[in-house]
């Protein structure tokens, strides 16, 4: 599975931002997609994560009420929209995906697949 991800950029606090994982390849077994985030100085985490179904979806208490996470399978694309950001979701965001169609990982080194960051700027 290739990921690509892609729709950081500056914004405000109070604003929004779409980010969206593009996958592509061969998908022999489902796979639960998550993203992630780095900002300087720690360490990975995992923000959000969605079943292969879009029924079931995890939140970090950080993001819980502020960000979605979904999935179009006819694309092919994951997405997580945020709203009400804070300077503190000022990171590196990573989709990444694990085989299972309903993992309940959450470490970074679980994952099998990963896309490219991209930075999301948060501003006071």
């Known amino acids: 599975v290739q990921l690509q991800a892609s729709g950081g950029g500056f914004v405000q606090a109070g604003g929004s931002l779409r980010l969206s994982c593009a996958a592509s390849?061969?998908?022999?077994?489902?796979?639960?997609m998550g993203w992630f985030r780095q900002a300087p100085g720690k360490e990975r985490e995992l923000v959000a994560r969605v079943s292969w179904d879009g029924t079931t979806t995890y939140y970090d208490d950080s993001v819980k009420g502020r960000f979605t996470i979904s999935r179009d399978f006819n694309k092919g694309t994951g997405y997580l929209d945020m709203t009400s950001l804070k300077r503190e979701d000022t990171a590196v965001y990573y989709c990444a995906a694990v085989w299972g169609s309903n993992s309940a990982k959450i470490q970074a080194y679980e994952y099998n697949f990963w896309g490219q960051g991209t930075l999301v700027t948060v501003s006071s």
């Open positions: 390849g061969r998908t022999p077994s489902p796979y639960t």
